[in-house]
């Protein structure tokens, strides 16, 4: 089972798109995925249409320890999620008080091994509830927009992993550096692209273009594909799902 979390400390980057995509091209693909939204702003949650009145989420997960069978929502055929409401905006409160605090979801998933995937969404902002999702996850999928300051967030990403791997002995990999908003047309991208690949190397994935139809499905509750199938944003995103699958 593969244990990934879709990160990036600045906004704006395109990560709950990445998160919704992936997860639906990849049970779509075959495999059976888990999607946890652990933001309080719930945007994965409202992407895909999901019901957050109908079960506690992941506040039921994390301060309750409710069994996530009874949590889960199916979204599709091999897609479950476990949806996020405002309700989690106390929790990291509650962590604060906590023994092992950014242990608490790598306990609560300490059971689970009937998925192929599981995919966290986060919030853009360092927090107890971000922390909990980097000890728990083994990869790292991290989106980059083209823009200058979405390389500061990658930075506090890298630093906050730093101090994981030397405080906490857990040892999580940048498995992928998704670039987004990508413009071929603009130098700027190939510039922020460059830098990319000389930091990652080739963790470096094929880029995801900028395409209004990516803005445009989760106001219709639905992934690139449904929404828009024959689009760029819908071919890119597919290149990316068969990498994942190659695990390369």
Not at 115 to 129: E, G, K
Not at 169 to 192: G, Q
Request: net charge negative; aromatic share 6%.
């Amino acid at each position: 089972m593969r244990k990934a979390v879709i990160c990036n400390f600045k906004g704006g980057v395109g990560k709950t798109t990445c998160a919704v995509n992936l997860a639906v091209g990849l049970a779509r693909s075959g495999k059976k995925v888990l999607l946890l939204d652990n933001d309080s702003q719930a945007n994965a949650t409202c992407a895909l249409g999901i019901d957050n009145e109908s079960t506690p989420g992941m506040y039921g997960l994390i301060i309750n320890d409710m069994p996530i069978e009874s949590l889960k929502v199916e979204v599709e055929a091999g897609l479950d999620m476990i949806p996020a409401s405002r309700a989690l905006a106390p929790v990291d409160q509650w962590l604060t008080m906590q023994t092992r605090r950014e242990e608490i979801l790598k306990k609560r998933l300490k059971n689970l091994d009937s998925y192929d995937f599981v995919i966290i969404d986060t919030a853009p902002s360092f927090s107890l509830l971000n922390l909990n999702a980097l000890v728990y996850a083994e990869e790292i999928w991290l989106p980059v927009s083209m823009e200058y300051l979405s390389l500061e967030g990658v930075r506090q990403v890298t630093e906050t992993l730093q101090i994981i791997r030397e405080e906490l002995n857990h040892h999580p990999i940048i498995r992928y550096v998704i670039p987004t908003f990508y413009d071929i047309r603009n130098s700027k991208s190939a510039s922020i692209l460059e830098a990319l690949t000389e930091s990652f190397d080739k963790a470096v994935t094929s880029p995801i273009r900028t395409n209004v139809r990516l803005s445009e499905a989760p106001s219709h509750h639905k992934s690139i594909f449904d929404y828009a199938g024959s689009s760029a944003g819908a071919h890119d995103y597919n290149l990316l799902i068969q990498r994942i699958n190659e695990n390369a």
